[in-house]
Structures are given as C-alpha cells and as structure tokens.
C-alpha cells in the first residue's frame, strides 16, 4: 500500500492533528474528474475512539447528509452492534472511516466499487491518530482486501473464520438490504457472531 502525501511540505510524523487532518480531508478533490456529484468526503473521526467502522463508501443518502450511515444499512448495522443511534454517532466513542469518503456512484449491481486514491492518499496516516481502538468492523469486501488482505478469497469465508480474528477485528458483511439473501444462506451469523459481537461492543462501551 502506497500513502501519498497530500501536503508535500509535512512529514509524515510531524504532520497536523486529527482535527487538522480530517479538515483537510474534507477538502480533498482528489477523486472529483471520476465522481457524479461534487466531492463531499463523509466521515467521523475522535482521537479518543475505542471502536471503528471501516466500511466501503458512502451511499447516496450519507452524501446528501454529510453523516455516515443515515440509511438502511446504517439501521442494521446499528442493531448488529445493539448500539443506539446517539453512540453510534458519537465520535468520541466510534470512529467511522470508510475506504472511501466520497459516494462513488451507482452501477446494475448496486454502487460503484471506492475509490482506490482515498485510501492511498489518506487511510494509513488518518489511522495513526486513532490510538485507544480496541475494536475494529471490517465491513464489506474493500474494507476485507485492505484491512485482511490474507484473509480468503471470499467474504462469507472470511466472515465465517471471524474467530481467528477475534477479539480486536470482525470481519462483517455489507449490512445493505441487498444482502438479504446472504444473510437468508447464513443464518449462523446472526446466530453465533452477532450475540458475541454485541456482548463485546457493549463491554468497550462500559469502560467509558
């Protein structure tokens, strides 16, 4: 993996706060020529964050909103982690960092793949300022080649070895409804990782 440095005049240590950074962010038109609508990278970010959300990119809706998740998908994955929408939000609490920050666009099967540069450009240094996570949710096959890049070749056969990875990552299916039929074939995530993912979001949560 490849970091481009944005700002040729910062090293890569002694660069800009988070804050800083994510402002920086924020402004990045990096991806604008490949996009359908207007740059508006979306995420969340606090130094003192115990649990991420890498996802893939922002829907439709996240981009209208500016806030991540603010569709169906975040509704289930909500319910997944048994987390109310206010800590959900809470960006002391979680950090939300997708592969992408900008809505990629929408293709037949659904919407387009992230933008590679994002996470060339922007992922590892923005990592480096999330320090106390305990918890990381590998959500979606671009999350899975970044984050597990050994992990398998397909997402339910890296779901399915989701204890090999345990406790610190959880490697997670897209919650979009358009993998009802996914979740319908394996009935065992929401039986058996589900329950204990909970249980562990819910212990990081009690620290604080």
Same mark, same amino acid.
């Given at each position: 993996?490849?970091?481009?440095?944005?700002?040729?005049?910062?090293?890569?240590?002694?660069?800009?706060?988070?804050?800083?950074?994510?402002?920086?962010?924020?402004?990045?038109?990096?991806?604008?020529?490949?996009?359908?609508?207007?740059?508006?990278?979306?995420?969340?970010?606090?130094?003192?964050?115990?649990?991420?959300?890498?996802?893939?990119?922002?829907?439709?809706?996240?981009?209208?909103?500016?806030?991540?998740?603010?569709?169906?998908?975040?509704?289930?994955?909500?319910?997944?982690?048994?987390?109310?929408?206010?800590?959900?939000?809470?960006?002391?609490?979680?950090?939300?960092?997708?592969?992408?920050?900008?809505?990629?666009?929408?293709?037949?099967?659904?919407?387009?793949?992230?933008?590679?540069?994002?996470?060339?450009?922007?992922?590892?240094? !923005?990592?480096?300022?999330?320090?106390?996570?305990?918890?990381? !949710?590998?959500?979606?096959?671009?999350?899975?080649?970044?984050?597990?890049?050994?992990?398998?070749?397909?997402?339910?056969?890296?779901?399915?070895?989701?204890?090999?990875?345990?406790?610190?990552?959880?490697?997670?299916?897209?919650?979009?409804?358009?993998?009802?039929?996914?979740?319908?074939?394996?009935?065992?995530?929401?039986?058996? !990782?589900?329950?204990?993912?909970?249980?562990?979001?819910?212990?990081?949560?009690?620290?604080?």
């Amino acid at each position: 993996m490849v970091t481009i440095d944005m700002n040729p005049g910062h090293s890569f240590m002694d660069g800009p706060d988070l804050e800083e950074l994510a402002a920086e962010i924020r402004q990045c038109r990096l991806c604008s020529p490949y996009l359908p609508l207007e740059p508006r990278p979306v995420l969340q970010v606090g130094a003192t964050a115990r649990i991420l959300v890498a996802s893939q990119a922002p829907g439709r809706k996240a981009h209208a909103s500016g806030r991540p998740f603010t569709d169906a998908s975040g509704e289930r994955l909500r319910a997944w982690l048994g987390m109310p929408r206010d800590v959900f939000y809470d960006r002391s609490q979680v950090a939300i960092v997708p592969m992408a920050f900008c809505y990629p666009g929408t293709g037949r099967a659904g919407d387009l793949p992230p933008r590679p540069e994002c996470a060339a450009a922007w992922r590892a240094r !923005l990592l480096q300022y999330l320090p106390h996570l305990q918890l990381t !949710l590998v959500i979606g096959q671009y999350a899975m080649a970044y984050h597990l890049p050994h992990a398998g070749k397909t997402v339910t056969d890296i779901v399915g070895n989701w204890r090999q990875y345990w406790p610190d990552t959880v490697p997670l299916p897209h919650p979009s409804p358009r993998n009802n039929l996914w979740l319908q074939r394996n009935p065992w995530f929401e039986a058996e !990782l589900i329950p204990q993912l909970q249980q562990r979001v819910g212990a990081i949560l009690q620290q604080g």
